[in-house]
Nanobody, 118 residues
Framework: QVQLVESGGGLVQAGGSLRLSCAAS????????MGWFRQAPGKERTFVAA????????SYADSVRGRFTISRDNAKNTVYLQMNMLKPDDTAVYYC???????????WGQGTQVTVSS
């Protein structure tokens, strides 16, 4: 089973950038597609982005396409989310997980808080 630890969140002004990291334990990490999700206060957790096991293919929610980039380093068992041109609507707790398409699998980590001020 893969254990996940997210980091890199913080407080940033609108238009700024952050890079999130998700460190995964477990020997199966490099063979699994991975994704990022987010949960804003009072809202359901939603899909943000996913990357294939090789890193060659990715997908994005419409709300972040063109601003966010997902990537992975299988040698480091880490998935990244580069977030540019941040908006207040991006404020949420961000989580990573193994995915099938845009559907999360497995247990959640603790997440990392991203707050974008206007």
């Amino acid at each position: 089973q893969v254990q996940l630890v997210e980091s890199g969140g913080g407080l940033v002004q609108a238009g700024g950038s952050l890079r999130l990291s998700c460190a995964a334990s477990g020997r199966t990490f490099s063979s699994r597609p991975m994704g990022w999700f987010r949960q804003a206060p009072g809202k359901e957790r939603t899909f943000v982005a996913a990357v294939s096991w090789s890193g060659r293919s990715n997908s994005y929610a419409d709300s972040v396409r063109g601003r966010f980039t997902i990537s992975r380093d299988n040698a480091k068992n880490t998935v990244y989310l580069q977030m540019n041109m941040l908006k207040p609507d991006d404020t949420a707790v961000y989580y990573c997980n193994a995915v099938r398409g845009s559907v999360p699998l497995g247990d959640w980590g603790q997440g990392t808080q991203v707050t974008v001020s206007s």
